[in-house]
């Protein structure tokens, strides 16, 4: 998952309580295209999905789909190209020394992040947390923003995140109540594996202080091989 425009454009923040549903759909679609994107013969990486296998992935309406697209295209993190076969280009960045031109995603670029694909998809192809949303709560939009946050900024190298709320609150522009009660739904639907807190609530818990998390998958986001 290229993280640039999420990241660095602040795209993750985009996501308004004006227009929930539409969010929604756009964070879990942008999740599927990155999970079934494959490079084309230039290198890029692009997704061929159907309305129909991105309103059975994402458990949401053909209207939602539409929904959602339009929103990704609006926020230059998606380009749809074609008529009667879409290819969904993944938006990234082409860094040439200090200057950073935009351009369909190649992971040669460089400012990707890992998806956890084995804890989200099922082995019947389904995505059971995203079955478990009913896309129409801004707490389903937080718990996305936060998990898509979470994933682009694990450290390669490393299986867990450690953050703090403190600077969750900064980044993510919520209040430190609403990143516990997404963290708290994001543990509910498995997105979440495991969390270590040290308190149980905003007031007792040190907002400084670094938490650790792992994600759905997190045995697999850094790959070994056993000798």
């Not at 749809?80 to 935009?102: E, F, H």
Request: charged letters at 20%.
């Amino acid at each position: 998952m290229p993280y640039y425009v999420l990241r660095e454009k602040n795209a993750v923040n985009s996501f308004k309580r004006n227009n929930i549903s539409g969010g929604v759909a756009a964070l879990k679609i942008y999740i599927i295209i990155c999970l079934f994107s494959n490079h084309n013969e230039d290198g890029d990486y692009c997704a061929s999905l159907t309305y129909e296998q991105l309103s059975k992935l994402a458990s949401i309406s053909r209207a939602l789909v539409r929904k959602g697209l339009l929103l990704l295209s609006e926020l230059k993190l998606i380009d749809a190209k074609g008529k009667k076969k879409i290819r969904y280009y993944i938006s990234g960045v082409y860094r040439s020394g200090k200057v950073l031109t935009p351009a369909p995603f190649n992971s040669s670029m460089g400012f990707w992040a890992k998806l956890p694909a084995i804890g989200l998809i099922d082995e019947s192809g389904r995505i059971p947390a995203f079955e478990a949303m009913t896309n129409r709560s801004y707490l389903e939009l937080n718990s996305l923003r936060v998990f898509v946050y979470l994933l682009y900024i694990r450290s390669n190298g490393d299986l867990c995140i450690s953050v703090s709320l403190a600077k969750m609150k900064n980044k993510l522009g919520l209040p430190v109540v609403d990143i516990l009660s997404a963290i708290g739904f994001l543990q509910s639907t498995g997105l979440l594996y495991k969390v270590d807190f040290f308190g149980n609530s905003a007031k007792r818990y040190d907002s400084t202080a670094s938490l650790n998390f792992f994600t759905c998958g997190w045995q697999h986001l850094e790959w070994k091989p056993e000798y």
